[in-house]
Each structure stands twice: as C-alpha cells, then as structure tokens.
C-alpha cells in the first residue's frame, strides 16, 4: 500500500508539474507559438458533451480598463492549475489597453490582482495607433508542437480547499512532503536529427512562473502569476507609442511585432534577450507587418512573418533573414500558421485576393494555393488549423461572412487544398478556437447594435452544435477567443468578460 501510495504521488506530481508548466494551457495569442488556435484537449468540452443540453455562460465580469479607440481586453493566457498556499488555483491573465494586467480565478469569477491603474496618461491617439497596451499578454511558452492529449481534467472540478489538514494532523502540504520522494521523469527519446524538443519536465523544480505584457512606454513586464508583482525592473524593450501584436516569450528571448508605423517606430520584429538586455530589429519589407498575431514560430524556433506580398524567414534571436517566398501581385492580409502535415512544416496565410497560400518552410518554396475561399480584399486578420482523430488537416479561415475551412491533401505526393464546410452567415467572424474536435466561432457584431455571438460547429462538418443567443451584450473588437479547462472565454469593447463552460459547484 505505501509502495502503491508513493506510485501515485510521483504520477500526480508529473501532472501537476506539467500542468503549471503550460502542458495544455492557453499560453500566448492564437494558443501556441504556431498561432494554431487549436486546444487539443479538454476533458469536459467535445462533439459528444456538445450536443448535449449544459453548456452556457457560467459567469462574467466587468474589468477596470479604460478602452482606447477599440482595443480593450485582450484575450486571456491561462493557467488551468496552480498551486499556492491558497489550494488550487485556475487563473487568467488579461492585457487590457489602458496598460493594466489583471490576474482572475477562472473558476470562481474572482478578482486576483491588478497591476497597473487601469488607465493611461498617453494621448487618446487613432483607430491605427490608439497607445496603451495593444498586444496580448504571454506566458513564456516552447516551440516544439503541443503534444495530442486525449482529454485534459486540470481545471477544478470541485471546490477550492485549504492547506490545514484535520485537527492535530498538522497542514496536508507538510503532510505529504514526508512522502519519500519518488525518481524523477523517465527519460525523453532522443529528438529526431535537426529536430527540436521540448525540455523535460521537472516535477520538483521550483522555478518562478511569470505573464508577460507590454505598456504603451514600450517596457516589457515580467510579472509573477501569483500576484502580479514584478521581481526585476521592467526592460525598455520598444519605444515608447509603438503599436506592438504577438508578444512571445521563449527560450530566454521575447519577440513582438509592430505595425501601422505608430508614433514614427519602424514596423517589423523585435526581439530582447531577457539576460543580456541586447534588443535586435528586423525591418518589415513591406509597407507593414500583417495580420493580427504578429508572426507565426516554427517548432525549431524560426519566425515567419508577413509582410506586403512575402512570407519572411528570421532566425531566431538574430532575426537574421534566412529566406522569403513571394505571393506575386496581392498582399497578404493575415498572419501565419505553422502545421506539421507528412512530416513537413508547412506554413499558411491569406492573400487580399481571397486565397490561401501553404508553404513549405524547407525551401520557402510554394507547396498549394486555394480557390478564392474568403472575401476579396477582406482583412482575414488570422487563420487557425488542427487535425481531426482521423488525422485530417484543416485550415480554417473568417471569410468576411463566414468561417471557410480548408482540407490539406496529399495529391500524387504533393500537397493540395480541397474546400471544405462553409459555416453559416457570421458578422465580421474573428479567428476561430478549436477544442477538441469543437469549433467555436464568433459573430463579433457592430457599434450599430448588433451584438455579438458565440457559436459551436462540429469540427469536420460544420453543423451548428450551439449558440450564446442573446447572452453578450456587446461587440467584441479585440476581445477575441481563448479556451482551457472546460471554458471558453470572449471579451467585448465594454470590458466585461464572458466565460462559457459546463457549470460546477464549487
């Protein structure tokens, strides 16, 4: 039995470890560092609980930010499983555009912390430069895909509970560190040659846990999750008025791109070494840098970022210009995703002309192009792209009226894209979220009174599995969608939070 017990505490330690580690969490924009958008498992939400009677808005909340022109909260990075000497914890982490970061228990609808006033001194600026914090908040992530998980159950699924154990047995933390403690991870199959892996885990480390953001003065914060504060002075990372997208932290360097030429700062990709302070630049060779999440990084670390009609490969940390394919005459209007299909890295993104291009990040060389898939001329902003449990790739694109999805095929050993399912009329979708076989769009609505709508389609064919109805009361600009831990979570320019989820007691 103690053998058995001392088994048990090393397989919950792994999980727990993994878990406040980012094993399956929300990390940064998009999901992961290849902007997938993609959560691949969820113990609580798919197909199957979807088309059951449930799902609703199991809360939300109004956030003190002050909104600029139309940014306002940005998506949240979550982390599904914490532990502090308050018990478990579920919490997000919220970027919002008057330069404020708020921390929230997820699970209870609970303010954690705030840092930051929640307002800004800068000017009130323009719709292209509104000032403030315009880029997400991350948590540091790494660059090898995310592993398939087949269900994920971190969240809390019962309520909180203390550290003090029964009366004169002293705290249950104490308790269980008398526990012999157990041989560490089994180790990690050797990469596959020029192959990067992720760094094992290592469930007895304590290494800090930070959420990074960026202020309207171009500092970079590095914030502890727990509460908010800062153990280092922040790093002057841009300057200042800078309209910055897709801020990524990982392996010791944190990059982001900026956009629209805000208050005279180049538009390109910048990165700082987080020890040496060192901060590189890579000039867009278009007039901007496109899309909505900056920049896409491969699993070995390389970014890729689209600029007028090119997709540019930069070397990591360098930012060093490896190579660049040309789209011809029209201008790309999304940023891209990275995906692995037959063993290749093959990298997506719109054009102005409705198409989608894949490339092969190898050579840099065309792979296929789509039929006219999205509205000529629409600003796709992000695509998002995941495999279904037949091992079917999808890429799927707001169309301007609508999602359209995309099926990645081998055709006679190369790479080709068959239209797939068109979902039905949407206002303005945004970037969709995949989770666990569900695609959850949203209708974001208009300042002329239409409000926004969240929606679920059956990933491979498009049926409706559910809607929020009338439930939000706005229109979401910067909001966006982020998923874990049987939620899903969308913000609108008011403030207020919406979480969507299977209730629980707690």
Same mark, same amino acid.
């Given at each position: ?152 159950? $971190? ?16 705290? %249950? ?76 932290? $990982? ?65 990591? !940390? ?56 999205? !509205? ?20 799927? %694109? ?8 995309? !099926? ?6 190369? %790479? ?7 979902? !039905? ?12 076989? %569900? ?68």
């Amino acid at each position: 039995m103690i053998r058995l017990s001392s088994t048990l505490c090393a397989v919950l330690a792994v999980s727990v470890a993994h878990a406040q580690r980012g094993g399956n969490d929300w990390m940064t924009i998009g999901n992961d560092a290849q902007r997938s958008y993609w959560l691949r498992g969820d113990a609580k939400i798919s197909q199957q609980t979807m088309r059951k009677p449930g799902f609703e808005m199991v809360w939300k909340m109004k956030l003190k930010n002050t909104a600029r022109q139309q940014q306002s909260l940005t998506p949240p990075a979550l982390l599904d499983f914490y532990i502090s000497y308050r018990g478990f914890r579920t919490l997000g982490f919220y970027g919002g555009s008057g330069d404020t970061v708020i921390g929230v228990d997820t699970d209870l609808a609970r303010l954690e912390w705030q840092n930051g006033a929640g307002t800004s001194n800068a000017p009130a600026g323009t719709a292209a430069c509104p000032g403030g914090m315009t880029t997400s908040v991350t948590r540091p992530t790494q660059t090898p895909y995310p592993p398939n998980f087949s269900g994920r159950g $971190f969240g809390r699924a019962n309520p909180a509970k203390s550290g003090v154990g029964e009366p004169f047995a002293g705290a %249950v933390t104490l308790r269980a560190a008398a526990t012999p403690r157990p041989a560490g991870p089994p180790p990690v199959p050797a990469a596959k040659p020029g192959r990067r892996q992720a760094t094992p885990i290592n469930p007895f480390g304590r290494t800090p846990l930070y959420v990074n953001s960026i202020t309207g003065d171009g500092l970079l914060h590095q914030m502890y999750v727990s509460n908010g504060e800062e153990p280092k002075l922040p790093l002057q990372f841009l300057p200042a008025g800078a309209h910055s997208l897709g801020l990524t932290v $990982f392996d010791g360097t944190a990059y982001v791109a900026t956009t629209n030429g805000c208050n005279g700062v180049e538009n390109g990709i910048w990165a700082i070494d987080l020890d040496s302070q060192k901060v590189v630049h890579w000039k867009a060779t278009g007039k901007n840098v496109e899309g909505t999440t900056g920049y896409a990084v491969g699993p070995e670390g390389e970014i890729y970022v689209a600029s007028g009609n090119q997709i540019v490969a930069l070397a990591e !940390k360098t930012l060093e210009q490896r190579a660049a394919y040309a789209a011809g005459s029209a201008d790309f209007v999304s940023s891209p995703v990275v995906f692995e299909f037959k063993g290749k890295n093959l990298i997506a993104a719109a054009t102005a002309d409705g198409r989608v291009h894949v490339i092969d990040s190898a050579n840099m060389t065309a792979a296929a192009k789509s039929d006219t898939v999205a !509205k000529p001329g629409y600003a796709v902003g992000a695509l998002a792209s995941w495999e279904d449990e037949y091992k079917v790739r999808w890429i799927l %694109v707001p169309a301007g009226s609508a999602i359209a999805s995309l !099926k990645v095929v081998e055709d006679g050993g190369s %790479v080709a894209l068959q239209k797939g399912w068109n979902s !039905k009329e949407l206002t303005s979708p945004i970037t969709p979220t995949i989770v666990n076989g %569900v695609v959850f769009a949203a209708s974001s609505g208009n300042a002329g009174g239409t409000e926004a709508t969240l929606f679920a389609f059956e990933g491979s064919t498009g049926k409706e599995l559910w809607n929020s109805g009338t439930t939000i009361g706005s229109y979401i600009t910067t909001g966006g969608l982020s998923a874990g831990g049987g939620r899903v979570y969308v913000s609108t320019i008011d403030g207020t939070q919406y979480a969507f989820g299977f209730p629980m007691e707690h």
